[in-house]
RNA sequence: GGCCCCGUGGUCUAGCCAGGUUAAGACGCCGGCUUUUCAAGCCGUGUAACGCGGGUUCAAAUCCCGCCGGGGCUACCA
């Protein structure tokens, strides 16, 4: 069994192990979700720890972090060796060995060798019986009879602590891979401030999960012939976690976003169609996928198709400056020629569209973007937004017509209009 | 301070273990093409890197030593 354990410094809560999970089942992880998380272990582990207790492989110790500075001052920074206490309110240290090394047998990192005698013996219990990370989560480990644990480079150091507990448990440990950890853009460690750090986020902001993984994988490990894009399948069959690098990682959110554009031009329209109308609350109508239709190759996540369609949707925008840079210079006649050439383009689709539209660009020798400008600001409201032939056709003659007068009426009484 | 990890362009990686093309690919940036806007797309002998210093060698990103820089652990935190 397989643990993968986060790396937040939270103590763990049913909450957020809740929330962990939001996460993986929106990546689309495929695993068989059993035990957790443990909680209310507490009887198992204060069992162990008289266990420990009763063989000398722990015991009870009142000295404070002060004296153990000093011993280790007075001991030229040897690893602390404290006295057996009677005291039973005293913290309990686990007994480290004097000779030797403790092996980290890293599938990521190789070998990594800690000097026993420059370990302390560390606190595994609290003075009132409770007991400490690094031996909670060996004895847990032991008892769900994990095999593999993979996890952050910052428990690198703990891994020889974790060992040291399950020898003196008689236990057979679980192989290890410390990941390097990810940072943001500043070269500090991810948080929430650099912006979309999280799954959760990432989800939000209107990202694959299809192009999260492939990023994901591509953060620390790369193929030997460094293929960049890689479905789901191809990932699963070529990842290996050995070959993960050993170097911290920065989070590079415009990499994320091309690649998410890659995946997301290749989506069958149906599919597009029903992510769009999902993450902005909407039913997947005709409307909706026509609208999508046309937007498909210029968005990069989700979260971008809508303001491309919305107009389609829904009214045109009100953008007062789009409508102040745009309608001048003899708009108003453009748009009334293009009022009338409109009205009879038969089918009213993109192409005729087009070819009536030349027309009226060829009558007035003007260049196409002082004809197609105004229209654009007519049917959307901005000066942005997809195709102009395309955005005429999927709006449909008659909403199309309707805009383009009522841009014109609005034209026609202006304050200093032309 | 002690122990441990890491260091290839601005960013992610390949190459390192088994020394030997001009250090390769991708994102970004820059320029160009296309063009009805913004993107996307395509093109480019465009841009930029082996942390530093020694050593071994005919030859070092690669092997060895030292240093510097970044990070982790060093809690009766997780």
């Given at each position: 069994?397989?643990?993968i354990?986060?790396?937040?410094?939270?103590?763990?809560?049913?909450?957020?192990?809740?929330?962990?999970?939001?996460a993986?089942?929106?990546?689309?992880?495929?695993?068989?979700?059993?035990?957790?998380?443990q909680?209310?272990?507490?009887?198992?582990?204060?069992?162990?720890?008289?266990?420990?207790?009763?063989?000398?492989?722990?015991?009870?110790?009142?000295?404070?972090?002060?004296?153990?500075?000093?011993?280790?001052?007075?001991?030229?920074?040897?690893?602390?060796?404290?006295e057996?206490?009677?005291?039973?309110?005293?913290?309990?240290?686990?007994?480290?060995p004097?000779?030797?090394?403790?092996?980290?047998?890293?599938?990521?990192?190789?070998?990594v060798?800690?000097?026993?005698?420059?370990?302390?013996?560390?606190?595994?219990?609290?003075?009132?019986?409770?007991?400490?990370?690094?031996?909670?989560?060996?004895?847990?480990?032991?008892?769900?009879?994990?095999?593999?644990?993979?996890?952050?480079?910052?428990?690198?150091?703990?891994?020889p602590?974790?060992?040291?507990?399950?020898?003196?448990?008689?236990?057979?440990?679980?192989?290890?891979?410390?990941?390097?950890?990810?940072?943001?853009?500043?070269?500090?460690?991810?948080?929430?401030?650099?912006?979309?750090?999280?799954?959760?986020?990432l989800?939000?902001?209107g990202?694959?999960?299809?192009?999260?993984?492939?990023?994901?994988?591509?953060?620390?490990?790369?193929?030997?012939?460094?293929?960049?894009?890689?479905?789901?399948?191809?990932?699963?069959?070529?990842?290996?976690?050995?070959?993960?690098?050993?170097?911290?990682?920065i989070?590079?959110?415009?990499?994320?976003?091309?690649?998410?554009?890659?995946?997301?031009?290749e989506?069958?329209?149906?599919?597009?169609?029903?992510?769009?109308?999902?993450?902005?609350?909407?039913?997947?109508?005709?409307?909706?996928r026509?609208?999508?239709?046309?937007?498909?190759?210029?968005?990069?996540?989700?979260?971008?198709?809508?303001?491309?369609?919305?107009?389609?949707?829904?009214?045109p925008?009100?953008?007062?400056r789009?409508?102040?840079?745009?309608?001048?210079?003899?708009a108003?006649?453009?748009?009334?020629?293009?009022?009338?050439?409109?009205?009879?383009?038969?089918?009213?689709?993109?192409?005729?569209?087009?070819?009536?539209?030349?027309?009226?660009?060829a009558?007035?020798?003007?260049?196409?973007?002082?004809?197609?400008?105004?229209?654009r600001?007519?049917?959307?409201?901005?000066?942005?937004?997809?195709?102009?032939?395309?955005?005429?056709?999927?709006?449909?003659?008659?909403?199309?017509?309707?805009?383009?007068?009522?841009?014109?009426?609005?034209?026609?009484?202006?304050p200093?209009?032309?």
């Amino acid at each position: 069994m397989l643990r993968i354990e986060d790396t937040d410094r939270e103590r763990s809560t049913p909450e957020n192990v809740e929330q962990i999970l939001d996460a993986l089942r929106w990546l689309e992880l495929d695993w068989d979700e059993g035990p957790v998380s443990q909680f209310g272990r507490a009887e198992r582990h204060r069992e162990r720890l008289e266990e420990l207790l009763a063989t000398g492989a722990a015991y009870h110790d009142t000295a404070t972090g002060d004296d153990v500075k000093l011993w280790k001052e007075r001991h030229g920074n040897r690893g602390y060796r404290g006295e057996p206490s009677d005291d039973p309110a005293a913290a309990v240290r686990l007994r480290v060995p004097d000779e030797g090394e403790t092996l980290v047998a890293d599938v990521i990192r190789g070998d990594v060798r800690f000097p026993n005698e420059a370990m302390d013996d560390f606190v595994i219990a609290r003075g009132d019986g409770t007991v400490l990370y690094n031996f909670a989560v060996a004895v847990d480990d032991a008892d769900m009879r994990i095999t593999d644990v993979v996890r952050g480079d910052d428990h690198l150091s703990n891994t020889p602590k974790q060992l040291l507990v399950m020898r003196a448990l008689g236990v057979e440990p679980p192989r290890y891979a410390h990941l390097p950890l990810l940072h943001g853009p500043d070269g500090k460690k991810l948080s929430k401030r650099h912006g979309a750090a999280s799954v959760q986020e990432l989800r939000d902001a209107g990202y694959l999960p299809a192009a999260v993984r492939n990023y994901l994988a591509l953060l620390g490990w790369g193929t030997s012939d460094d293929t960049t894009i890689m479905g789901t399948d191809e990932l699963v069959e070529r990842f290996e976690i050995e070959r993960v690098g050993r170097s911290s990682a920065i989070f590079d959110e415009k990499k994320l976003r091309w690649l998410n554009g890659r995946f997301m031009r290749e989506l069958p329209l149906g599919e597009y169609t029903e992510l769009v109308a999902a993450h902005v609350g909407r039913a997947p109508d005709e409307t909706l996928r026509a609208a999508c239709g046309i937007a498909q190759e210029k968005a990069q996540t989700l979260e971008e198709v809508w303001p491309l369609i919305r107009f389609l949707v829904e009214g045109p925008a009100d953008d007062e400056r789009a409508w102040r840079k745009v309608m001048k210079d003899g708009a108003g006649t453009l748009l009334q020629a293009s009022l009338e050439a409109l009205r009879g383009v038969e089918p009213f689709e993109p192409e005729h569209i087009e070819e009536a539209l030349g027309g009226v660009l060829a009558a007035h020798d003007v260049k196409p973007g002082k004809l197609y400008q105004p229209i654009r600001v007519a049917i959307s409201g901005t000066t942005v937004s997809p195709g102009i032939f395309e955005s005429l056709a999927v709006l449909g003659r008659n909403r199309s017509l309707e805009r383009i007068e009522a841009a014109l009426e609005r034209l026609g009484s202006p304050p200093n209009g032309d």
